[in-house]
Each structure stands twice: as structure tokens, then as C-alpha cells.
């Protein structure tokens, strides 16, 4: 099955710095990878995703690549703020399981004022 | 937009006891229905897929006699924690596709502690 890893487990930036979080997948299969942000205890928001047919896609201060050949992809998060503190994790969705998500080990990121 | 409602948010169980957790689908209909358990500061891991009309698929590992799934309906699917042990305490969110392939929509997750 496809597995999904990701890195760093913890990040800590200074308020107006960037932010990389990177993952990795095994499954050439893969055609969708999206990226989701999880707050303590709740459930996790969708923040920005990509397909497989394109190799970057952006949303404000949000961006993401992927590289196919490589198998990874990477958020960006752009002149941060302390309300991007939270939990962060890729997916990838593997085109012949029906859709499920295979979520990577999750990034704490601290904003720090 | 597309919404899963569930319930319960928290419940605390004595251990042998079952826990029943459900997730419904308010404006959409959810043939399809995954399970993920997340425990503190992990990521989330997929449990089960259940299909309206039909058994669920189980992921390795995972023990179908102790988590129960059933989707009875296009918009019910219920998880139930049989026998449960304070080792089942964890983060428990279900999650619906909404669109033909790639939108997806969680539910509020169920915190459940097994003392």
C-alpha cells in the first residue's frame, strides 16, 4: 500500500518567515495530494491540494509542488502568522483504492510572535 | 456546504463496555464512509471503509469484531467499540467523500476515554 512520509515533525519560525513542510509517497499510483491543517481536537481543514496533472498550484500565502518523478511534494506557507500554529499533514490518494487518503505524520508548527 | 455531523464529541467508558460513535451525512448522500483513529500528537490512521449496503473493508491490523461498522443507510454510518479497553482510548473521525473523486469533508471527531 502506499505509504507517506513527512517531515519535519516539529517547526518553529519566527512571525514573517516561511514555512516548508515536506512529504514523500510511494505509491506511483498517487493522483491526489491534499494538504490539510488540524487544531488541537478538531478536525482537520482542507487548505490546499494538487493533482497530479499539474506541477504547482498556489492560494495566497499557500503554495504547494509536486514532483512526480521524485515522488514528493511540499507546502509553503508565506509570511506567517501566529494563527498558522497547528498541526499539519500531507495525503496522498492512490487512484485504485477508492479514493482513501494516506496521510502523512503530521508537522507542529509554531508561529512565534 | 457538504457536512458530517458527529456524535458523540467525547464520551468516557468504563472498560468492557461498547461505545457507539456515528456519523451522519446532513445535505449529501455518503455511500462511502472512512474511519480514521488518531492518537495524541500521531496522524491519523485509516481503520475502516465502510459502503452503504455492504461490509466494510478493514485495514491490516485492524480487528473487525472489535470495531463494528455498519452503514445502514446513504446517510449513517456508525463505528461501534466493542469491548473496550483503556488501549482504545484515541481520537476517533469519520470522513465522507463528496464529489465524484476527490472532495472530502470530516466529521468533528469523538474523543473517547476508556478509564
Known amino acids: 500500500g502506499e505509504n507517506v512520509e513527512q517531515h519535519p515533525s516539529t517547526l518553529s519560525v519566527q512571525e514573517g518567515d516561511s514555512a516548508v513542510i515536506k512529504c514523500t509517497y510511494s505509491?506511483?499510483?498517487?493522483?491526489?495530494f491534499p494538504w490539510y491543517k488540524q487544531e488541537l481536537g478538531k478536525r482537520p481543514q482542507l487548505i490546499i491540494d494538487?493533482?497530479?496533472?499539474?506541477g504547482e498550484k498556489k492560494d495566497q500565502r499557500i503554495a504547494v509542488t509536486l514532483n512526480k518523478t521524485a515522488k514528493h511534494f511540499s507546502l509553503h506557507i508565506t509570511e506567517t502568522q501566529p494563527e498558522d500554529s497547528a498541526v499539519y499533514f500531507c495525503?496522498?490518494?492512490?487512484?485504485?483504492?477508492?479514493?482513501?487518503?494516506?496521510f502523512g505524520t503530521g508537522t507542529s508548527l509554531t508561529v512565534i510572535p | 456546504g457538504a457536512v458530517v455531523s458527529q456524535h458523540p464529541s467525547r464520551v468516557i467508558c468504563k472498560s468492557g463496555t461498547s461505545v457507539k460513535i456515528e456519523c451522519r451525512s446532513l445535505?449529501?448522500?455518503?455511500?462511502?464512509m472512512f474511519w480514521y483513529r488518531q492518537f495524541p500528537k500521531q496522524s491519523l490512521m485509516l481503520m475502516a471503509t465502510?459502503?452503504?449496503?455492504?461490509?466494510?473493508?478493514?485495514e491490516q491490523g485492524v480487528e473487525k469484531d472489535k470495531f463494528l461498522i455498519n452503514h445502514a443507510s446513504l446517510t449513517l454510518s456508525t463505528l461501534t467499540v466493542t469491548s473496550a479497553h483503556p488501549e482504545d482510548s484515541s481520537f476517533y473521525i469519520c470522513?465522507?467523500?463528496?464529489?465524484?473523486?476527490?472532495?472530502?469533508?470530516f466529521g468533528s471527531g469523538t474523543r473517547l476515554t476508556v478509564v
Open positions: 470522513s465522507a467523500p463528496i464529489t465524484l473523486n476527490y472532495g472530502y469533508t
Open positions: 505509491d506511483s499510483a498517487s493522483n491526489y
Open positions: 494538487i493533482r497530479s496533472n499539474v
Open positions: 495525503a496522498a490518494s492512490p487512484r485504485n483504492t477508492g479514493n482513501q487518503f494516506y
Open positions: 445535505d449529501f448522500q455518503a455511500t462511502t
Open positions: 465502510s459502503n452503504e449496503g455492504s461490509k466494510a473493508t478493514y
